[in-house]
């Protein structure tokens, strides 16, 4: 398959651009970036790019797109910064290409991925649950996005089995001891120099604890996720969010 | 539902006897176990057992199946000692008896069926896994049967999915420093006084690990899934094998 | 050795008797509680008690050491309810009686001793430093009283050491996702169904955490700190406080 | 504190200038390394250095350290391959320079020192101790070299303070299921892509553990033991052996 790069230049793009060179059934022929040295967006007709991923900043990512869509190349994107508004219009594009797929995914790590799947799935059968997310010091925002996501996906996956409030006979307590409530879920933010990005959810129920961890140590984590995207997205023509259904997980 | 636990004097039929008591949903009507003020088994049609629990031995459980069997009283069994002969023999009853449901389960333990369950989905989306098991010293089995159940399962998951070996470069070493290998997944095993048991599944791909932990931390960690199976079982006529069928899981 | 339980009718008695009757080096010769057949006060001298392990009460602590004292038997003490004034006025009674040694303590965990002191002991090293306690969700208080012994014990060590400040940048927060501030270390609080009593300390520096935790997974926990105590208070005359000094840590 | 660095182009040497660059308190004013733009051994005393750190190679660090002794430069040497005989000849030039200090250290992480100091400290205090080391899966050796040492250092304490062997009740078990033993003390390689460098340590007594654990996540890991070996080793002239004394551990 051959492959181009949007965002070539950034941090993520260029990790993204070892990695397609580095695996054997992908070919990298065009990597767009501003700046002398770089594609543009001409270059992935020229060249024959089959399927791009694109890393670039949500400024750029839906002309990016239309460009793309309107050529029957496939996408793997990872810039943020996609609502509703943007959904529906990639959607527009695609109901007149449709035999070309975009995947849309917030999160390409497999394991953080993989954590909030089975954190959810599990949560039903304990009695308790709580998520702590452990990062280094200079993070600007706590709890972290993927902590209140899976909070908010553990809180769902309670209410819809009927599952009970968690336990808890707190009656004293200094204030925030008891970590952030997200949807009736305790969420506690560790900030520890040394630390890259980690979380864990603790399920208990009566004499057991069944404990999730996620340790995101290097940025590459997200290049598998990138990879099987790119191996996938012409199996599933039009819009998919998230990577999860690519993952065999419904 | 009106439920009788068969071995109600053993210690862990002693636990679901005061579980079962105090779920409100469940009443307890018979305990039958040998020894002057236990019942037999004529108490449970007297007293109208709709369903029992058995943790008994292996000599004595088919005969307390197929009494059961043959009155239409549900059955979720803890007892050891299944093997197909035993399953088949159980199936021929159980045709004459369409409406009666058996649960033969090996780990009530929903804990333990999640770790075992999340791992191999889990495997064959990372290069490496490996199993670390840890109990307390008087143990006589190393590793536990739970470990080579996990690295098995593991090792299936991969096998159908086309993953490659696990990678190793490991040129010289201690005797057993990489522990022992069960179909090619190495597993590890502590003995520490102060635990009791528990067993840790680590995942790892570029950049990111996963672990998936179980702690059991007192006996009564089966209750829960002992009342799930009374809950359930009259919704699951003729046989089940292992609870995770009633756990949602395929 | 020959050793009296005060207090031996309780949980904690009832384990250190299990636990001295099991030791070949000690023999436990008197029982005393209230109670139809429990022995009195008068019981240690008459069967020649050397030591005696008192849980009792706070109301009837001070009564016991006084009798001990002055009779010339040692003394380990886990009651609680020690002040300064109570630890003077025993120090007067030992002043009258110099061979005679008693130790109080309130946590004869040798585990969380060393947890405790370790912490402090590595804390000026690194410059972050987070603690973390997990507990069943019936406990009243968060966080735990050794939680915040911890971490006083971490700030003081710091403070000396001339330690500045751990680093934070949060900017963005939800209330209580960055714990409970104890004297600048920031301390978390999880309540989990199937915990008993868990401690971990998080400390960490460029590219390096190190972590100290502490299970305790059944009330006998103690009773090795206990053991100790009594095997090494004939060798500590006059009153020492905490079990710190007889582990060898200064 | 004028400072040189030896070995500077080199990945460790590298970051030692970085970090001695980033540190208000101590000048970087000499690089030296083989190569064009590299000072040479001159350059230290004409530039006034006053301290070096050497991470350069068995083949060169003595001419390296013999020229610094000579010149009343102190040396802050991370280079392997000492051995008795070079440490003594190491003192016999010292003892003509008793002014000059010169630190040599097979490791310059905090952590991983502390952790192996922590756990000799408190193996004795416990019945079971095993030690597991989990790296990526290109590492040639297992188990590695400092859980080697970790497990000598713990049996050396235990069999100091007159502890038996950990207790151990496997009659039936896997080859390499229980780990390699050294000197009595089970030791468990585990190799998992994604993995850095990482040890636990995990001690056991009735109803508890001690769980000692070291992470590392950066080659910058050791850099902070360098700044505190270059900050102090004016302070200790002569030859020291181990980071350890400058941490006030005896």
């Given at each position: 398959?051959?492959?181009?790069?949007?965002?070539?230049?950034?941090?993520?793009?260029?990790?993204?651009?070892?990695?397609?060179?580095?695996?054997?059934?992908?070919?990298?022929?065009?990597?767009?970036?501003?700046?002398?040295?770089?594609?543009?967006?001409?270059?992935?007709?020229?060249?024959?790019?089959?399927?791009?991923?694109?890393?670039?900043?949500?400024?750029?990512?839906?002309?990016?797109?239309?460009?793309?869509?309107?050529?029957?190349?496939?996408?793997?994107?990872?810039?943020?910064?996609?609502?509703?508004?943007?959904?529906?219009?990639?959607?527009?594009?695609?109901?007149?290409?449709?035999?070309?797929?975009?995947?849309?995914?917030?999160?390409?790590?497999?394991?953080?991925?993989?954590?909030?799947?089975?954190?959810?799935?599990?949560?039903?059968?304990?009695?308790?649950?709580?998520?702590?997310?452990?990062?280094?010091?200079?993070?600007?925002?706590?709890?972290?996005?993927?902590?209140?996501?899976?909070?908010?996906?553990?809180?769902?996956?309670?209410?819809?089995?009927?599952?009970?409030?968690?336990?808890?006979?707190?009656?004293?307590?200094?204030?925030?001891?008891?970590?952030?409530?997200?949807?009736?879920?305790?969420?506690?933010?560790?900030?520890?120099?040394?630390?890259?990005?980690?979380?864990?959810?603790?399920?208990?129920?009566?004499?057991?604890?069944?404990?999730?961890?996620h340790d995101s140590l290097d940025r590459?984590?997200?290049?598998?996720?990138?990879?099987l995207g790119l191996r996938q997205v012409?199996?599933?023509?039009?819009?998919?969010?998230?990577?999860?259904?690519?993952?065999?997980?419904?």
């Open positions: 398959m051959r492959v181009g790069v949007l965002g070539a230049r950034g941090k993520v793009g260029a990790e993204v651009c070892r990695a397609v060179e580095a695996a054997e059934d992908l070919e990298l022929v065009a990597q767009v970036d501003t700046g002398d040295d770089s594609d543009d967006l001409g270059a992935l007709t020229e060249r024959g790019v089959q399927a791009v991923v694109d890393f670039t900043h949500p400024d750029v990512v839906m002309d990016n797109l239309r460009h793309c869509v309107e050529h029957g190349i496939h996408a793997v994107v990872g810039t943020t910064g996609f609502d509703d508004a943007r959904l529906d219009t990639l959607r527009g594009w695609l109901d007149a290409s449709p035999a070309t797929g975009v995947l849309v995914a917030p999160n390409f790590s497999v394991g953080a991925i993989l954590m909030m799947r089975f954190a959810a799935e599990a949560a039903p059968y304990f009695e308790s649950v709580e998520v702590v997310e452990l990062h280094h010091p200079d993070k600007a925002d706590a709890p972290s996005g993927t902590a209140t996501r899976t909070a908010r996906l553990i809180a769902a996956a309670r209410a819809e089995a009927g599952s009970g409030p968690v336990p808890d006979a707190t009656s004293t307590s200094l204030d925030g001891a008891r970590g952030a409530d997200v949807d009736g879920i305790r969420v506690h933010g560790l900030r520890v120099r040394g630390l890259v990005a980690h979380q864990e959810v603790i399920l208990g129920g009566p004499g057991e604890t069944l404990t999730i961890r590459v984590s997200f290049t598998p996720g990138v990879l012409a199996a599933h023509p039009g819009l998919t969010v998230g990577l999860e259904s690519y993952l065999g997980l419904s």
